[in-house]
């Protein structure tokens, strides 16, 4: 029987003989290709949205402070100092956070979105804390929420579906009885421009702009579910 050896494997770069360590090369060789592997980025605090300076390893979510990796998982700080009003359990030796009181939550810092409100198509200013606003208000995105939670409640596929692209594609004329809609109008207005589904969130129908047409209100609630 023929035993057979496996053979070190050692870097691929001329006059190099050491170990091999990642992409055929050893350490060395392979720092040298990606210089900037080891460098420090900056990112956003997750929780209060301060800049860290933190070297890139794994998915971990960047947090600034002991304080706020409490608020993402109270279990990941297992020794914080107690308040003088705590004793910690005779049964450990360590001060364990769960026997902590929350820490105050830092104030997120805001900023400036200008943008066109992806419902209505009002132009607006607001302040956000993400920085990735797509409404003008609350109700315009309470609306469209309402709209796609209607959508999965029958298991239907939604996508992102704009109702002011739809009106301006149909010419905010009512695709059910042919007249032109009333632009100012709102709901429960007859002649207010609304959704409809083609055919019908019930009977199988998706929640898309291939799908979806224009209707004034009195024609999209008598039609129904049809």
């Keep these: 029987m023929v035993q057979l050896t496996a053979l070190p494997r ?17 350490s060395t060789h392979y720092n040298q290709l990606v210089p900037d592997r080891h460098k420090a980025r900056v990112y956003p605090c997750v929780v209060c949205g301060a800049q860290v300076s933190k070297v890139p ?5 960047v947090v600034c402070s002991l304080e706020c990796r409490w608020w993402i998982n109270p279990m990941s700080v297992l020794f914080c100092p107690l308040p003088r009003t705590h ?5 450990y030796r360590a001060e364990l ?16 979105v200008a943008g066109t409100c992806a419902r209505c198509g009002e132009g607006y200013l607001v302040l956000d804390y993400t920085g990735s606003a797509r409404y003008c208000s609350a109700l315009c995105s309470k609306r469209q929420g309402r709209q796609e939670y209607r959508a999965r409640l029958h298991n239907a596929y939604v996508s992102s579906v704009s109702p002011l692209m739809i009106y301006v594609r149909d010419g905010w004329m009512c ?34 702009p291939s799908n979806v047409q224009l209707a004034c ?9 049809r």
């Design 57 to 61: 390893a794994g998915t971990r979510q």
């Design 217 to 225: 209100f009195r024609c999209n609630c008598s039609k129904g579910d």
């Design 97 to 112: 956070v769960l026997y902590v009181a929350p820490p105050a939550v830092p104030r997120r810092r805001r900023v400036w």
């Design 10 to 26: 050692t870097c691929t770069a001329d006059g190099c003989d050491r170990a091999h360590r990642a992409n055929r090369l050893c």
């Design 87 to 91: 004793r910690a359990h005779p049964e």
């Design 175 to 208: 695709q059910l009885c042919g007249q032109p809609v009333d632009r100012d109008a709102c709901v429960p207005d007859p002649r207010a421009p609304t959704l409809d589904h083609v055919v019908a969130l019930a009977n199988g129908g998706t929640h898309e």
